[in-house]
């Protein structure tokens, strides 16, 4: 194995019609990251490959351009792109590699990337089959109990493989047959190419199958994998459900066995890149994306975590959080809603109905019920009560408000940006300011009451004749 150069081909250029969407099913989400990602990941791992021959076809520079996104150096540097214009089948797609290859590679590896999640062991298992009974061709089969969309795998009388044969060209007894082809091959070239050239696309779409290239090559082996998850194939939103779903458990596992307690895991959602601490409590409902939560912190029920950081010892209940960090020893929600860039810092307080947006709350903050603080940045120990907020738009531009340490920003007071409040401030409830307000000062900013009895306004608005 480590004298021999292994190349691999991963088959990406349909559309998928059948997932009815004008996105490239390679590139559907699974779990928090593209349905190619997680066989690239897997390919990364495999030193004894060399190159690795990406097909794509279907708006192809928008899948070259996210895997190009999503793949570390190594396996960029090992990545060559072979376009396939028109999708005439996978027989084509691999007679579209063949002038990409370089000559000193003497096995090729197909995959689908359809087919994400077949495991390092699996590929591995493979080729070292391959190499020992020194086929010609090997196919990864499994067996269903429930093939359907599957190409089966047909055997003779003594049980040697002979052929594959696609659901759609298969007859009734063929259909009934349990051991499916997986779409993941190893082929020994140069017999691969002549035996390609041989296709014809004889077959109800008039597509070129690389399945009837195994017609062709004599020496061919059929490998069978007892995890059928693990090489189930995506062609419908049907089949993405139930990967994905195979995904999510997987992760939750994880979780579990890392120490932390996650309750009713059936209805929480954890994405790939999500790191957790242990001692870490997720309770219902909760959806956390591309984030990480430190250690001793209760999230959720019904919690949103997206692009978020939180240090140790916080809670957050029923809130919708983005592109936000918070510090150790908070108390979010319920009911907050902080998004963009925002940072809340140690030991902060921030209530029911709270939202918070493009802002820097410092330690010992107290933003306890329903208010609005955008663009703004408060300093320490301040208290912010009911109903407060900063009004930050103009109409023209969003402004920044800035509020000294230690002040008290009484209920229903509006901050008109932009606007500096002082340290040790006291604003009294009700107030509207709209000037900057020096340190140690106490503001009242009322209009005085004006009660005006028969008001033409009061006559038009009830109909009353006064």
């Not at 029920?301 to 020893?329: E, H, R």
Request: aromatic letters at 6%.
């Amino acid at each position: 194995m480590k004298n021999s150069k292994i190349g691999c081909v991963i088959l990406a250029a349909g559309k998928g019609t059948r997932m009815k969407s004008e996105t490239p099913k390679v590139l559907f989400n699974i779990c928090g990251q593209p349905m190619i990602g997680y066989l690239l990941e897997t390919i990364s791992k495999i030193k004894e490959i060399s190159k690795v021959y990406i097909v794509v076809g279907y708006k192809a520079e928008e899948v070259k351009s996210k895997i190009l996104e999503i793949v570390d150096s190594k396996l960029k540097d090992k990545i060559i792109f072979v376009y396939q214009e028109d999708q005439k089948g996978s027989g084509d797609a691999l007679l579209k590699v063949k002038k990409h290859i370089d000559p000193s590679i003497a096995y090729l590896i197909v995959l689908s990337a359809d087919v994400p999640l077949v495991s390092e062991n699996t590929i591995k298992m493979l080729i070292m089959s391959h190499l020992k009974e020194k086929t010609d061709c090997s196919v990864l089969t499994t067996t269903l109990d429930n093939p359907v969309g599957y190409g089966r795998i047909v055997r003779d009388v003594s049980n040697r493989f002979v052929d594959i044969i696609e659901e759609v060209d298969a007859n009734e007894s063929q259909k009934k047959i349990k051991e499916v082809n997986t779409g993941i091959y190893i082929f020994t070239l140069p017999i691969l190419w002549s035996a390609l050239v041989k296709v014809k696309p004889n077959n109800k779409k008039k597509e070129y199958y690389l399945t009837d290239v195994v017609k062709f090559i004599s020496s061919k082996s059929a490998i069978s994998t007892l995890d059928s998850q693990e090489v189930k194939g995506i062609n419908t939103r049907k089949d993405l459900l139930e990967v994905t779903e195979l995904v999510r458990r997987k992760i939750i596992e994880r979780f579990l066995l890392n120490g932390v307690n996650i309750y009713l895991p059936d209805t929480v959602y954890i994405d790939i890149h999500t790191k957790i601490s242990e001692d870490t409590e997720i309770f219902s409902g909760c959806v956390i994306c591309n984030s990480e939560i430190g250690r001793n912190c209760k999230i959720g029920p019904y919690s949103y975590l997206d692009n978020t950081k939180v240090a140790d010892d916080t809670q957050i209940l029923y809130s919708y959080i983005i592109d936000t960090q918070i510090g150790n020893n908070c108390k979010i929600g319920p009911f907050s809603r902080i998004i963009n860039n925002t940072k809340i810092h140690n030991n902060v307080i921030i209530g029911n109905f709270v939202e918070i947006t493009r802002s820097i709350i410092n330690d010992y903050v107290k933003i306890r019920h329903h208010s609005y603080i955008g663009d703004t940045e408060i300093e320490e120990k301040v208290n912010v009560g009911a109903g407060s907020i900063t009004c930050n738009y103009d109409g023209i531009k969003k402004n920044k408000t800035y509020i000294g340490k230690n002040t008290f920003v009484g209920s229903n007071v509006n901050l008109v940006a932009p606007i500096k409040v002082g340290k040790n401030v006291m604003i009294a409830a009700g107030s509207t300011v709209t000037k900057d307000i020096p340190d140690n000062a106490f503001v009242i900013a009322r209009v005085k009451e004006s009660i005006k009895p028969q008001h033409r306004i009061i006559k038009k608005l009830f109909n009353l004749n006064m």
